[in-house]
């Protein structure tokens, strides 16, 4: 166990549709990032939460968001879903400047 | 968007071989440049890291050699086992307040026994 926990570890969902992914930190690490893995792109930075705050933006859609509430976690959400969306996104946390973890990984799979 | 450049994207060594996987970045800006393994199913685990004012760094059968002239840098696995059958992504990190990573492509690792 990484000590970052994502959930749901699968999602099968419609076109279309709406769904939220969610990202507890390991306990103490302030910033938070999000990444999406799919096979013909690799790792790509969405966006990254710092204590609440928006920190940095990457190749994230307009179609999806993300928050990080009082308590750290963060959510990621994903609306009007398109088949292209279906991959693996990944929550990091950072401690420090370099003590990167990752988590395990929510699958989404767009039908 | 400033990329990492990973090569090969495939790689087959023999048990008890020597794997090389290379990377090269474009953003002068990195100061951390961390190696990931990343098992099937499972998050991208940090395996080893250096920063650019060394030139290479060894951690039991894992070596990163650091090239900063050249912006390029490599990892060596000695002795590689089936065990390390895995993908591995080279990154690089800035020194801007957001920290995040710019990942290589990643490279498919097989070790035949």
């Known amino acids: 166990d990484s000590g970052v926990t994502q959930t749901p570890k699968h999602l099968i969902t419609a076109t279309g549709q709406r769904v939220t992914l969610r990202c507890s930190p390991r306990?103490?690490?302030?910033?938070v990032y999000w990444y999406q893995q799919s096979l013909d792109q690799g790792l790509q930075f969405l966006i990254q939460?710092?204590?609440?705050?928006?920190?940095a933006k990457g190749n994230i859609l307009e179609r999806f968001s993300a928050q990080q509430f009082p308590d750290l976690h963060s959510e990621l959400n994903l609306s009007s879903l398109e088949l292209g969306d279906s991959a693996l996104y990944f929550c990091?946390?950072?401690?420090?400047?370099?003590?990167?973890?990752f988590g395990s990984g929510t699958r989404l799979t767009v039908v | 968007q400033q990329q990492v450049k990973q090569s090969p994207q495939s790689l087959i060594v023999q048990k008890g071989g020597i794997s090389i996987i290379n990377c090269a970045y474009e953003?002068?800006?990195?100061?951390?440049f961390p190696w990931y393994q990343q098992f099937p199913g499972k998050g991208p685990a940090l395996l080893i890291a250096?920063?650019?004012?060394?030139s290479e760094k060894k951690e039991g059968r894992f070596t990163i050699s650091f090239n900063k002239s050249a912006k390029q840098f490599s990892l060596h696995i000695m002795d590689s086992q089936p065990g390390d059958s895995a993908t591995y992504f080279c990154?690089?990190?800035?020194?801007?307040?957001?920290?995040?990573?710019?990942f290589g492509s990643g490279t498919q690792l097989t070790v035949l026994p």
């Open positions: 990091a946390s950072r401690r420090g400047d370099y003590g990167y973890t």
């Open positions: 306990s103490g690490d302030l910033s």
């Open positions: 939460y710092y204590n609440g705050e928006e920190r």
């Open positions: 953003n002068t800006a990195f100061d951390y």
């Open positions: 250096i920063r650019p004012d060394v």
């Open positions: 990154a690089g990190s800035d020194s801007g307040s957001a920290r995040q990573l710019t």
